[in-house]
Nanobody
Framework: QVQLVESGGGLVHTGGSLRLSCAAS????????MGWFRQAPGKEREFVAA????????YYGDSVKGRFTISRDNAKNTVYLQMNKMEPEDTAVYYC????????????????WGEGTLVTVSS
């Protein structure tokens, strides 16, 4: 059974940092492109970041470029999202997802999803 479990969400002040983790089980983690998406209240889910199998190709959504960093540890079956200089607009439920054959940037391409972790940025 495939499971993606996010952790690390919480409340942070504007300008602060958080690090999200997503632990995978039930899959051969290293063959999946991993992505982070987020959904703010009343908005559609949007792409945040993606990382290729070996970590050599990385993509970011325009709103997080220069502030967020995605990384992965295939030995630990875990993908991370380091979020710095956070803004109230970053408030959302953050989801990690696994993509077997795409770039990990399109919601429709993702094969597996986690349940999400809530991130709240106070002004």
């Amino acid at each position: 059974q495939v499971q993606l479990v996010e952790s690390g969400g919480g409340l942070v002040h504007t300008g602060g940092s958080l690090r999200l983790s997503c632990a995978a089980s039930g899959v051969t983690f290293s063959v999946y492109i991993m992505g982070w998406f987020r959904q703010a209240p009343g908005k559609e889910r949007e792409f945040v970041a993606a990382i290729s199998r070996g970590g050599t190709k990385i993509y970011y959504g325009d709103s997080v470029k220069g502030r967020f960093t995605i990384s992965r540890d295939n030995a630990k079956n875990t993908v991370y999202l380091q979020m710095n200089k956070m803004e109230p607009e970053d408030t959302a439920v953050y989801y990690c997802a696994a993509d077997l054959s795409g770039k990990g940037t399109r919601e429709a391409d993702m094969d597996y999803w986690g349940e999400g972790t809530l991130v709240t940025v106070s002004s």
